[in-house]
Each structure stands twice: as C-alpha cells, then as structure tokens.
Nanobody, 123 residues
Framework: VQLQASGGGLVQTGTFLRLSCTGSGDTFENYIIGWFRQAPGKERKFVAGISRAGERTYYESSVKVRFTISRDNAKNTVYLLISSLKPEDTAVYYC?????????????????WGQGTLVTVSS
C-alpha cells in the first residue's frame, strides 16, 4: 500500500490540527496504521496506532490526552487529531502501514511509509 500524509502546517500554540493519511494501491482495511513523529535532531518515535477496523487505538503515554487517532476505511484514510498543540509537538509526522498483529509499535514492524508532513507550532 502507498501512503500519503497531509495536513501539516504552521500553527499557534493551543490550537488543533488534523493530519490525514490516505492509502492507495491495496485494500486499506487490511492494514494496521501507525503515526510516528520525528522532532528536529531527534529519533523518530511512535505516537498513535489503530487497528484494521478502527475498534482499537493505541497511544504513546505522553500524547494520550491530546491525540486522537481514527480511520474511515471507506475513504482509505486514517486521521490524527492533535489538540492543544505545544511547541514540542513540532516535528515531521509520518504514517505507516503494517500487516500482522498490533502487539508492538516499532518502526521495523511497519512495511510501508508515507513521506511525512511537517507540523510547526509557534509559541
């Protein structure tokens, strides 16, 4: 599956942003989707994931309160809603797809990656 991430931009602290990850080239609902982010000068890290049908969601503990992941398989799209944005949310956000089970959320578990969308939060 090919993934396209979008929705990033320059936003102010305290606002919200919804990122989208749209898939093509394969049956989207066959894939578990994860969102990762890479802040400037740091390693890429998992932030949120969602099961194939969307009934289960997973979050990195530090973002659990402000991030919401959801999906619409009819539109081949997974969303990441980020509320109460902070400067430390500044990063390139990537979506990724995997088959198999959702027991772990390591980068190496994922088979396909989108190109990333940049979110910059101004203070």
């Amino acid at each position: 599956v090919q993934l396209q991430a979008s929705g990033g931009g320059l936003v102010q602290t305290g606002t919200f942003l919804r990122l989208s990850c749209t898939g093509s080239g394969d049956t989207f609902e066959n894939y578990i989707i994860g969102w990762f982010r890479q802040a400037p000068g740091k390693e890429r890290k998992f932030v949120a994931g969602i099961s194939r049908a969307g009934e289960r969601t997973y979050y990195e503990s530090s973002v659990k309160v402000r991030f919401t992941i959801s999906r619409d398989n009819a539109k081949n799209t997974v969303y990441l809603l980020i509320s109460s944005l902070k400067p430390e949310d500044t990063a390139v956000y990537y979506c990724a797809a995997r088959t198999g089970s959702a027991n772990t959320w390591r980068e190496t578990d994922f088979e396909s990656w989108g190109q990333g969308t940049l979110v910059t939060v101004s203070s």
